[in-house]
Nanobody
């Protein structure tokens, strides 16, 4: 069982930055950040393998977002910069303990555990 608690959402103007954090209990193998805008499907933004620290990003955020982890604090963060109104969404932290999966690492089906979500609003 993995429990996740997100924090750090808020409102910011375009071009600004925000940092999201996700505290995890248990020992997830992989953790990811997803977002869902009103009327749209939930999409994967970034993921990290907690053992190796290997990261992967969606093209839409590459170069602007950075996912990182603090193993001592059992936290994964998402540093977001150069934000645009298109980044406005509810952001979710996700985790899974399985090493192998037939799903892509940015697919929602890859993850069994989800946080409650934190809102990010970017104004123009």
């Amino acid at each position: 069982q993995v429990q996740l608690v997100e924090s750090g959402g808020g409102s910011v103007q375009a071009g600004g930055s925000l940092r999201l954090s996700c505290g995890a209990s248990g020992s997830p193998y992989i953790m990811g950040w997803f977002r869902q805008a009103p009327g749209k499907e939930r999409e994967g933004v970034a993921r990290i393998y907690t053992g190796s620290g290997n990261t992967y990003y969606a093209d839409s955020v590459k170069g602007r977002f950075t996912i990182s982890q603090d193993n001592a604090k059992k936290m994964v963060s998402l540093q977001m910069s150069s934000l645009t109104p298109e980044d406005t969404a509810m952001y979710y932290c996700a985790a899974d303990r399985n090493v192998f999966s037939r799903y892509s690492t940015l697919a929602t089906a890859r993850y069994a555990y989800w946080g409650q979500g934190t809102q990010v609003t970017v104004s123009s």
